[in-house]
């Protein structure tokens, strides 16, 4: 009779190796974790915060450089932006809307359609002095920001807004 002769030498994963990559996926998932909740907060980092203001700060900048500007009340200013050595026929606004949320937006007074520029703010103020347009907006934290814009343009005669 012949007797067949088992192999018991054969290699496999032992129970220490099994833990081992078990300890090193969790490690992983604890790691991946982390990096996600820091990559949400970065939206609602002071920092961002900041950045975006300066980003609108800039745009709003833009969008006046050179315009005829009136303020119509204390939330309303209008505008009309340089076209082609003049001054465009159609009037702009920047102003505070309240919808869900009060925020500050721009648009144009014969199209429809509007922009946000900053949102979820409690107030805003516009005034105008001389050449210089000052906002002043308080958040939802009552924080208070002035901004100071500049409108580098000679006197233009007064016009009379469309909205």
Known sequence: ????????????????????????????????????????????????????????????QNLLEGSQLKV??????????????GFSQNSFVIEEYISNQKMIRYRSTTHGGHVPLITDIEDCQFSLNG?????????????????YITNNHENFPEF???A
């Open 1 to 60: 009779m012949k007797y067949i002769k088992l192999d018991t030498k054969k290699s496999g994963f032992l129970l220490a190796e099994a833990m081992m990559s078990l300890f090193v996926t969790l490690l992983i998932l604890l790691i991946l974790s982390q990096v996600i909740a820091v990559i949400k907060n970065v939206e609602t980092s002071a920092n961002s915060g900041y950045i975006r203001g300066q980003v609108t700060y800039d745009k709003i």
């Open 72 to 85: 119509k009340n204390s939330h309303r200013i209008i505008f009309r932006p340089r076209e082609n050595g």
């Open 131 to 147: 050449d210089v347009l000052k906002i002043e907006i308080i958040d939802k934290e009552h924080k208070k920001s002035e901004w």
């Open 160 to 162: 009379t807004p469309t």
